[in-house]
C-alpha cells in the first residue's frame, strides 16, 4: 500500500507560479510511475503529466505542456510539479497518483486527496 500527500497548492495570480509535491509513504516508490490529475469544477478528472520510474520518461497534456514540469526524487519519496505561467484555466484539484504503467488514462493503483490551485485573472 501506498499512501500519498499533496502539498503546495493554493491562490495565485495569472502568470504566477506555484509547485506542487506529492510525498510517498512507501520506500521504493521507484517501483512506480507518478502522476499528476487534475479536476476542474463540473468537470471530469484530467491527465496533466507522468513521469516513469528514474524520472527518464515524461508526458505533457497539450495544454500544460511548456509551462508546467514533473520531476521526481526517488531518495526522498518524492514527486513535483513545477506550474509557470499558470491561468486562470489551470484552477482546478490536482491529485498526485502512482502506480505500474505510464498512461494518460486513470489506471493508477493509488491516489491522494488532492490539493487545491486557483489561479485569479
Known amino acids: 500500500q501506498v499512501q500519498l500527500v499533496e502539498s503546495g497548492g493554493g491562490l495565485v495570480q495569472a502568470g504566477g507560479s506555484l509547485r506542487l509535491s506529492c510525498a510517498a509513504s512507501r520506500r521504493a516508490v521507484s517501483n512506480y510511475v507518478m502522476a499528476w490529475f487534475r479536476q476542474a469544477p463540473g468537470k471530469e478528472r484530467d491527465f496533466v503529466a507522468a513521469i516513469g520510474r528514474f524520472g527518464v520518461n515524461t508526458d505533457y497534456a497539450d495544454s500544460v505542456k511548456g509551462r508546467f514540469t514533473i520531476s521526481r526524487d526517488n531518495a526522498r519519496n518524492t514527486m513535483s510539479l513545477q506550474m509557470n505561467n499558470l491561468k486562470p484555466e489551470d484552477t482546478a484539484v490536482y491529485y498526485c497518483?502512482?502506480?505500474?504503467?505510464?498512461?494518460?488514462?486513470?489506471?493508477?493503483?493509488?491516489w491522494g486527496q488532492g490539493t487545491q490551485v486557483t489561479v485569479s485573472s
Open positions: 497518483a502512482a502506480g505500474g504503467t505510464l498512461s494518460r488514462r486513470e489506471i493508477y493503483d493509488y
